[in-house]
């Protein structure tokens, strides 16, 4: 087995490295003049399982292509397999045709990298479980709940809930729920346009509860600061917890944040991500269950069960 990262997230390969007891292995990775990528492989992958760890991140198109180029690089070396570590799978919001005239960006993601050589995709907590319908090769979709499950309960908080900012995220927010052995609350919200949303009603016993926001992305943060803000109105626990798998934090992320003054923002490293930019921020590791997933995909065990286990 041999471990390869690309360039979108160095402090989660070496971390990645360290739970395997392995080093990187060595690959050439740099930019022309003009913007093209380059890619070499600098050891021989001839008849090795290649695992390549990539993330998507603020640059998810320079990110994508030199995936695409590491994969096609090691089907070219003869490489046995090639299995993709993508935590964060960008374009994964745009998975059906929602206006006229739209593509399907991740179904497109999807097909390129079947092309470009994976035999394999590993990635966290897709924005819909449908996208793994868009490939023809084997994808393990990772659960990130129970990591934040486990540091939320020894948190030991008060009489919590835990709230879905949207109805699309009902079911994402329901199984952190009963991992938690805690009630959901969920809210009707109304995008006026993209980044843009008003909260209408929240469903659910929120008054006086401790209230835990969760999602799979924070982006801008522009939701989860009217979300906070119509909890607050409705009588909710002034402590507010923000949780969601990956920290885009685009635009103007970091000013909604430090407005909405949020008890605690709690995410993955899924995505390289500045910790001082924001006050109560914590940031928990992946690098953990992805050892755990690779070497239960090397003995041949199931990665399912390494959830049982954990329980």
Do not use: W
């Not at 980044?195 to 799979?216: M, N, P």
């Amino acid at each position: 087995m041999y471990l390869f990262a690309g360039s979108s997230h160095p402090a989660l390969a070496q971390s990645l490295a360290r739970e395997l007891g392995c080093t990187l292995g060595r690959v050439k990775l740099k930019a022309f003049s003009c913007g093209e990528r380059y890619v070499r492989y600098e050891e021989s992958i001839r008849g090795k399982d290649v695992y390549i760890l990539q993330t998507g991140t603020g640059t998810p198109n320079e990110d994508l292509l030199e995936l695409f180029l590491m994969c096609q690089a090691a089907k070219l070396s003869f490489a046995k397999s090639v299995h993709v570590l993508l935590p964060h799978f960008p374009y994964a919001r745009q998975d059906r045709v929602a206006e006229p005239r739209e593509p399907i960006s991740a179904k497109l993601i999807a097909s390129l990298l079947e092309r470009s050589g994976a035999d394999h995709i590993i990635t966290l907590d897709l924005h819909s479980e449908q996208i793994q319908g868009f490939f023809r090769v084997p994808v393990d979709a990772l659960d990130g709940r129970p990591i934040f499950a486990e540091y939320l309960n020894a948190k030991k908080l008060k009489n919590p809930v835990i709230v879905a900012p949207d109805a699309g995220g009902a079911k994402r927010a329901k199984k952190l729920a009963d991992l938690m052995n805690a009630d959901l609350a969920i809210m009707h919200k109304n995008r006026v346009a993209h980044h843009q949303a008003e909260i209408l009603e929240v469903v659910g016993e929120i008054e006086g509860r401790t209230c835990i926001l969760f999602d799979d992305i924070i982006d801008t943060a522009g939701t989860l600061l009217k979300a906070k803000e119509a909890l607050i109105k409705r009588g909710a626990n002034k402590d507010v917890y923000a949780v969601a798998t990956h920290p885009v934090f685009s635009g103007d992320a970091v000013k909604n944040l430090t407005k909405a003054g949020f008890k605690e923002i709690i995410v993955s490293d899924s995505m390289p991500i500045d910790r001082k930019t924001i006050r109560g921020l914590k940031v928990l590791t992946i690098a953990p269950m992805l050892a755990t997933v690779i070497r239960h995909i090397e003995s041949g065990e199931s990665v399912t069960e390494m959830y049982k286990r954990k329980k």
